[in-house]
């Protein structure tokens, strides 16, 4: 019963290839978020859904472009990667907007570009 | 903006010893404050927070925290580790009811039997 579950957990691809992560959460949660997690462990927001609207979109390239179909989902897709797309990308969930209930994360997913 | 600095990227320490992660944050307005866990190969999970009122908070696994307004500092205390608090812990803040968290650079805990 995975709160909130990414996949895959691991992504080895060439560079100048596109991939997607899927993130789905069973939790009811209204928010969903992108954070990447570079190889200095740095945590770093890059885009946040609520209910299926864009509220946060740090500055990202726009290779990155995340997709909500609903709010149980929030899918990340990269076009063209490179090199420095190498990261852990976590995805995230909360009741609502407000940071006070605390973010779900998933267990990651480890990108590796070739 | 609001940052996070952890001042210990590695904190080795004996089982039973107590620890202290410390973490300093920087904001011109009302913040709240978190600490996360994440164990290898798993996401992060939420060990305490601090929204308001008392100032030590307790949180899961025997953590506790402080929040310290005049020193900035919100720091993760526990005083007897086990081999199972080996971990990576995080440090986060947003602002008093704000939308984003954001996340200090880690303190990885070794406890040594």
């Known amino acids: 019963d995975t709160a909130v579950s990414q996949t895959p957990k691991y992504l080895v691809t060439q560079m100048g290839n596109d991939k997607s992560i899927k993130c789905e959460q069973n939790?009811?949660?209204?928010?969903m978020y992108w954070y990447k997690q570079d190889s200095k462990k740095f945590l770093k927001i890059m885009f946040s859904y609520n209910n299926k609207e864009l509220i946060i979109n740090e500055t990202v390239p726009n290779r990155f472009s995340p997709k909500s179909p609903d709010k149980a989902h929030l899918n990340l897709h990269i076009n063209s990667l490179e090199l420095g797309d190498s990261a852990v990308y976590f995805c995230a969930s909360s009741q609502d907007e407000a940071t006070s209930r605390g973010y779900t994360f998933g267990s990651g997913t480890r990108l590796t570009v070739v | 903006a609001q940052s996070v600095t952890q001042l210990d990227s590695q904190v080795p320490v004996f089982e039973e010893a107590p620890v202290e992660l410390r973490c300093n944050y920087s904001?011109?307005?009302?913040?709240?404050l978190f600490w996360y866990v994440q164990y290898p190969n798993q996401g992060l999970q939420l060990l305490l927070k601090y929204l308001s009122g008392s100032t030590l908070v307790k949180g899961i696994n025997g953590f506790e925290a402080e929040f310290n307004k005049s020193q900035t500092s919100f720091h993760l205390r526990k005083p007897s580790v086990h081999i199972s608090d080996t971990a990576e812990y995080f440090c986060?803040?947003?602002?008093?009811?704000?939308?984003?968290?954001?996340f200090g650079a880690g303190t990885i805990l070794r406890v040594k039997s």
């Open positions: 939790l009811g949660h209204d928010t």
């Open positions: 904001s011109s307005v009302s913040v709240y």
């Open positions: 986060a803040v947003s602002k008093e009811y704000g939308n984003k968290l954001v």
